[in-house]
């Protein structure tokens, strides 16, 4: 919570603030008075938001959301009236069209700064890339943000998204990711491969020693998917308590530059929705990310 040590304020909000951390969030707190301050620029939401009653009830809490898309149907003014920010994202197997597309959108959205790529290469059902094929890949993603950067943009590249996957030989996202920069190393005459920041997928205990092991690549890290999903966590009371253990990681930490919640809606049977099934009407889980502290 460093933003509890750099502002100035009087005794009495103080006090509130530090009520706010202490408190059990399942029992006592009430999810609609926590947030005393204005929203967290890392705090976002992995879910294709197309609903304006959605975007409005979501406005105070988080800041930027992404589809796994590189273009939104969402309304045209998402970021000057909702006050949110929507991330693209080239997937993986993307072909010269996608590229072509996703370079439309991006300049004719001045306010995009940062382009998700490569989902989860080293789970089969996902984008599904040994390490030498997506190394093959980057130069795409590389050349794509310099032909922007030609055309006075400045686009940054967040990617692989990595989790511990299903593919043969490299199930740990480190194994996979040092074969990657092997191989790109070994095709591009030593040089490294761009990389602006790392991201990454959780959804067990265990965030911070996650996060730990991939200090060794020297990067920030945007978890673009998160919430607890082991078989212990019956009930939205337990992922509350997850969310604030997970949150209050994400926030605390300087190596972690974004995280998004997974999801909005999709995953009953995991107690990780932050709606009901009416647009705009967030449940209990819902209300309390976006009023978690920071």
């Given at each position: 919570?460093?933003?509890?040590?750099?502002?100035?304020?009087?005794?009495?909000?103080?006090?509130?603030?530090?009520?706010?951390?202490?408190?059990?969030p399942v029992?006592?707190?009430?999810?609609?008075?926590?947030?005393?301050?204005?929203?967290?620029?890392?705090?976002?939401?992995?879910?294709?938001?197309?609903?304006?009653?959605?975007?409005?009830?979501?406005?105070t809490g988080?800041?930027?959301?992404?589809?796994?898309?590189?273009?939104?149907?969402?309304?045209?003014?998402?970021?000057?009236?909702?006050?949110?920010?929507?991330?693209?994202?080239?997937?993986?197997?993307?072909?010269?069209?996608?590229?072509?597309?996703?370079?439309?959108?991006?300049?004719?959205?001045?306010?995009?700064?940062?382009?998700?790529?490569?989902?989860?290469?080293?789970?089969?059902?996902?984008?599904?890339?040994?390490?030498?094929?997506?190394?093959?890949?980057?130069?795409?993603?590389?050349?794509?943000?310099?032909?922007?950067?030609?055309?006075?943009?400045?686009?940054?590249?967040?990617?692989?998204?990595?989790?511990?996957?299903?593919?043969?030989?490299?199930?740990?996202?480190?194994?996979w990711l040092?074969?990657?920069?092997?191989?790109?190393?070994?095709?591009?005459?030593?040089?490294?491969?761009?990389?602006?920041?790392?991201?990454?997928?959780?959804?067990?205990?265990?965030?911070?020693?996650?996060?730990?092991?991939?200090?060794?690549?020297?990067?920030?890290?945007?978890?673009?998917?998160?919430?607890?999903?082991?078989?212990?966590?019956?009930?939205?009371?337990?992922?509350?308590?997850?969310?604030?253990?997970?949150?209050?990681?994400?926030?605390?930490?300087?190596?972690?530059?974004?995280?998004?919640?997974?999801?909005?809606?999709?995953?009953?049977?995991?107690?990780?929705?932050?709606?009901?099934?009416?647009?705009?009407?967030?449940?209990?889980?819902?209300?309390?990310?976006?009023?978690?502290?920071?």
């Open positions: 919570m460093n933003l509890y040590l750099k502002l100035i304020i009087i005794t009495f909000s103080l006090m509130q603030l530090i009520a706010c951390e202490t408190v059990d029992s006592t707190a009430d999810p609609d008075t926590l947030n005393v301050f204005e929203k967290s620029f890392k705090r976002g939401l992995a879910y294709n938001l197309l609903d304006p009653a959605d975007l409005d009830t979501l406005k988080i800041s930027w959301w992404y589809n796994w898309y590189f273009t939104t149907d969402a309304p045209e003014g998402y970021y000057t009236d909702y006050e949110t920010e929507f991330i693209p994202m080239l997937w993986g197997r993307n072909s010269p069209d996608d590229f072509t597309r996703a370079r439309t959108f991006i300049l004719e959205h001045s306010e995009i700064q940062y382009l998700l790529v490569l989902n989860e290469p080293n789970l089969t059902d996902q984008a599904n890339q040994t390490p030498a094929q997506a190394a093959s890949d980057w130069i795409d993603y590389e050349q794509f943000v310099n032909q922007l950067e030609s055309l006075g943009r400045t686009i940054y590249l967040v990617g692989p998204a990595m989790n511990w996957g299903t593919m043969t030989n490299y199930g740990d996202p480190l194994v040092d074969a990657f920069y092997d191989s790109y190393r070994s095709a591009n005459e030593g040089r490294e491969p761009r990389i602006d920041y790392l991201a990454f997928h959780w959804y067990d205990y265990g965030l911070e020693s996650q996060l730990d092991r991939l200090q060794k690549y020297d990067k920030q890290i945007w978890i673009t998917e998160m919430a607890n999903w082991n078989s212990q966590i019956n009930s939205y009371e337990k992922q509350a308590e997850q969310m604030q253990q997970m949150v209050a990681i994400c926030e605390s930490r300087d190596d972690v530059f974004r995280y998004a919640w997974f999801i909005g809606r999709g995953a009953e049977d995991r107690f990780s929705n932050l709606f009901n099934e009416n647009p705009g009407d967030l449940n209990y889980l819902g209300r309390f990310y976006i009023n978690l502290p920071y």
